[in-house]
């Protein structure tokens, strides 16, 4: 599907390319599923075990495998094409869920090991809705100006519903049981998936086939996709630690309403971010893409330095949205990479491997903070953070001047 027919690069003008509107919002339907699930999942468990325990250990396992089993998701969606792939996934995906419900509908009703396994399988299935809509995006928007604009606006509202995801959950617990939020999220990731694989522009998309030969296609160049896959996992590290950080800020200071000041200072980090990724996304950049994203990662590092210095909750809202206006361009800029960096048909497994090095990211950096919040202050906690993203971010500008030698490709599956 040609874009041709789009005269200036706007969001609007993403909005208006043939099929844009039908298949992204299909997308973010089922994506919403992202935001409803785990925590369902772990205020169900909690529930039916009666143990945080059981139910962190639970969660653990259906993380760890949704998010680094997500490449070779999205190696399937790259061979055999979004369509032949997904709906199987989808299947899986809910049809576990629906397992997974009826087991801790009432407290007491399945034993931990069932949980943790079939957590774990569903993890494992979890379709990569996220990843096969960049790809599409890059059919649709070849153009490199639409396709930032548009790489940006998917970043937004992917977090936003990340936000809104939790808060229809705590809606909904207090209308049923928790477990009725795992049946949501199935089917919202059912009737997401079901509308996105039925539009045009996806089953256009063509299966990838297995590409082993010597030339380029199906192979991703090594030095290449190492940078925005560095970049991603230091912004996730640092996502990680900060809202463990903002969580102790609090209590450390004694604040009677330390919950409502975490809510708002996370909040302003997200407001930050979704500033900042559309006005990315809006500007006609002139340098590239492999010059800005070590500048973005240093804003966000430097951010999170005068983070450490902030004396109280009003100025630690005001550093996060500043540290969360580099957060989304960064991101996307690192999207923006890994999709030129890889073949046509190693697309989706470009985007996941950015996407699986933020969730990994984020993961590590949360237990990274409850080390450090036990052996130094809060500030020097923040600081520590900080130095850590402006190392990875020497170190993704250093990896750009290599990159500008010979390239190493390889296959991917």
Partial sequence: MSSTSVVRPSYAAVLRIPYARRTFAAALLGRLSYGVVPLSVMLAVTRASGSYAVAGVVMALFSGTSVFLSPARAALIDRYGPCRALVPMVAAYVTLLGVLTVAVWRPGGASSVVLGAVTAVAGACTPPLGPTMRAVWGRIAPERALLQRAYSLDGVAEELLFVSGPLLVGVLVGLAPPAAGIVVGAVLMAAGAAAFVSSPVVREVPPGGRKRGSGPAGRLL???????????????????????????????RGQSHGGAGVAWVLAAMSAGSAVGGLLNGAVAWRSPAGARLPVMVVGLGLALVGAGLAPGLGTLAAAAAVAGFFVAPALTTAYLIADDTAAPEARVQAGAWVNTAVNAGSTAGTAAAGALVGWLPVGVCFAVTGGVTLLTAAAVARGARRARGTAVSVPLA
């Fill in 222 to 252: 090594v030095r290449e996709l190492g940078r925005p896959v560095g970049a991603a996992l230091g912004v996730g590290l640092a996502l990680g630690v900060v809202d463990l950080l903002v969580v102790a800020f609090a209590e450390g």
